[in-house]
């Protein structure tokens, strides 16, 4: 039950777009079309942001958008805004559990 | 509005017990799969243990024999009894809510508390 593998810190100007890559094995990412995305401001729930690898709640913007190629799956953040600048997390399905990243913190430079 | 409000936390000493409580509100709890994640000081989140609608309970090996999840639907709440809490149990526990849940998984978690704090310590 090894924990997904994300960069710790991405950053970009307003504007740009940033991608977080969040890399599993073919025993999650690989295996299942469950992968969800949280964001997570700090002393604060985490929110969902995508889930089924491009899914997008009612209320996210079009601006995150998801994706997966093998066992790495992918959150791009496009057009980014200053509220964007928080941590976010990927979270796969593995069958048994559901196993998470560890966190890519996003800076708005 | 879907709300999720954890209590129960604090301090505790190793070996010791807690038992963290759930209360939902602004949807059908009992029709839903609940779970615990937490998420230690500067670590990511880490699932702790779900229970079904019919209350099957599910935990990963590094709480197994230790945790016990439960459900009281008539109260719209879930809880967490933690016994034989170690250092490496501090953490901020979460409440969530799991969607299209197998077993112990779920595709996605939509809804989460606040989170609550869990020290084990001397």
């Known amino acids: 039950q090894s924990a997904l593998t994300q960069p710790r810190s991405v950053s970009g100007s307003p504007g740009q777009s940033v991608t977080i890559s969040c890399t599993g094995t073919s025993s999650d990412v690989g295996a299942y079309k469950y992968i969800s995305w949280l964001q997570q401001y700090p002393g604060k729930a985490p929110k969902l942001i995508i889930f089924?690898?491009?899914k997008r709640p009612s209320g996210v913007p079009a601006r995150f958008s998801g994706s997966k190629s093998g066992n790495t799956a992918s959150l791009t953040i496009s057009g980014l805004q200053a509220d964007d600048e928080a941590d976010y997390y990927c979270?796969?399905?593995?069958?048994?559990?559901?196993?998470f990243g560890g966190g890519t913190k996003v800076t708005v430079l | 509005e879907v709300q999720l409000v954890e209590s129960g936390g604090g301090l505790v000493q190793p070996g010791g017990s807690l038992r963290l409580s759930c209360a939902a509100s602004g949807f059908t709890f009992s029709i839903f799969d609940m779970h615990w994640v937490r998420q230690g000081p500067g670590k990511g989140l880490e699932w702790v243990s779900g229970i079904g609608t019919a209350g099957d309970t599910y935990y990963p090996d590094s709480v197994k024999g230790r945790f016990t999840i439960s459900r009281e639907d008539a109260k719209n709440s879930f809880f967490l009894q933690m016994n034989s809490l170690r250092a490496g149990d501090t953490a901020v526990y979460y409440c969530?809510?799991?969607?299209?849940?197998?077993?112990?998984?779920?595709?996605?978690?939509?809804?989460w508390g606040q989170g609550i704090l869990v020290t084990v310590s001397s």
């Open positions: 969530a809510r799991g969607r299209y849940c197998s077993g112990g998984a779920c595709r996605y978690f939509d809804s």
């Open positions: 979270c796969s399905f593995a069958g048994a559990y559901n196993v």
């Open positions: 089924d690898v491009t």
